[in-house]
């Protein structure tokens, strides 16, 4: 019957106007047309609450891509589309960076030149305008980006970026969280760049505990009374910008340069993949970024080799060497 099939011939038609009337058809012709997608590099998953696994890397949209408008915004969904190409199936996204639209116009469009489904991928994003009302922000930033649901929803601080208190009390904002989990358009909650008393304040009266705590970590803002709070309380950090000591012109050439170097050639990978594999082998989930193809793929080839636990100390140690310093959030005090 299929030989009969694919010899079968038809006069011209409109109903079908792509497949040629004048030769045999192709099997091909009468399948979807997607590209699918090339295999990912094997990505570990860290658990976050009792339901949610998140990739351990994630690819931020955040930063360079502030407000992307005209060529920055083709800019962003190029380099969404290539990050997603890359293996990522992570990303990070937030209502302040205010690019909400050309994020979800470029994973719909991956998702459907990939033939892949929205559960393929993780997308956290994060809520600063609390005072408006947090539903509401979070069903404003599902609609411009053409999404369902958000897989991770973090607040995005204790308090605006400029140090401007929240007219709402941070238990009052964690209970409207809540809500919202509960509403189903997110699947898990959490706080970003929160101190230990922030978490504190509202710990005991939470009936839903934050499950992520996702803040600027890297040798040289180490913060280990925070990650040890958060440790004890079954929250999973997240690392942004951590690879700072590599990237911030006013850290290189540091203490942490020659430990990290020297980590490099043991292992042979380079200075980028040493740092994030640090952080993820210290229990964190890591987020980067990169514009670069390359630079996506180096990132990504991070879980086939480890650090050693002396070499994960040395690396501190060299950093704790230094003043601590923030590049995020500046007003915020240091934890000790």
């Known amino acids: ?44 998953q860290i658990a976050i609450g009792e339901t949610v696994k998140i990739p351990a890397v994630g690819y931020g949209v955040g930063t360079a891509w502030f407000k992307a408008e005209g060529e920055k915004a083709e800019a962003l969904q190029k380099s969404i589309s290539d990050a997603l190409d890359a293996g990522f199936r992570h990303l ?16 719909l469009a991956w998702l459907d030149k990939n033939g892949m489904k929205r559960e ?22 599902l609609e411009v980006t ?39 358009l997110v699947k898990a909650i959490g706080v970003s760049n929160w101190r230990v008393s922030d978490l504190e304040e509202v710990w005991e009266s939470a009936r839903i505990k934050p499950v992520v ?54 292992t042979g990978k380079s200075p980028t993949q040493v740092l994030l594999k640090m952080a993820y082998q210290l229990g964190y989930i890591v987020i980067t970024t990169s514009s670069k193809p ?16 002396e070499e994960i100390s040395a690396i501190q140690a060299a950093g704790a060497s230094a003043p601590q310093i ?5 007003m915020m005090p240091i934890d000790p």
């Not at 053409?146 to 009390?169: A, E, I, R």
Request: net charge negative; glycine share 4%.
């Open 1 to 44: 019957w299929l030989k009969h099939i694919l010899s079968f011939r038809c006069s011209p038609c409109a109903c079908s106007p792509t497949i040629s009337c004048r030769s045999p058809l192709s099997l091909d012709s009468r399948l979807p047309r997607f590209k699918m997608a090339t295999a990912a590099p094997a990505i570990p």
């Open 92 to 107: 990070d996204c937030a209502e302040c960076y205010q690019n909400d639209a050309n994020t979800g116009k470029a994973v």
């Open 120 to 141: 393929d991928l993780h997308i956290t994003d994060k809520v600063l305008s609390v005072d408006e009302g947090i539903e509401k922000i979070c069903k404003k930033s």
């Open 146 to 184: 053409g999404l369902q649901y958000f897989d991770l929803y973090l607040v995005h601080g204790p308090y605006m970026l400029d140090g401007t208190p929240f007219k709402k009390s941070l238990k009052e904002i964690w209970s409207e969280m809540e809500a919202l989990y509960d509403s189903g």
């Open 213 to 266: 705590n996702q803040c600027e970590i890297h040798p040289y803002l180490q913060q280990p009374k925070l990650i040890k709070w958060c440790e004890e309380h079954q929250i999973v950090m997240a690392a942004y910008s951590p690879l700072s000591s590599l990237t911030q012109d006013s850290l290189k050439g540091g203490p942490v340069d020659e430990v990290v170097a020297k980590v490099a050639d043991r």
């Open 294 to 309: 390359a630079r996506m793929a180096e990132c990504l080839s991070m879980f086939d080799f480890d650090l050693t636990a």
């Open 326 to 330: 923030r590049f995020y959030w500046k």
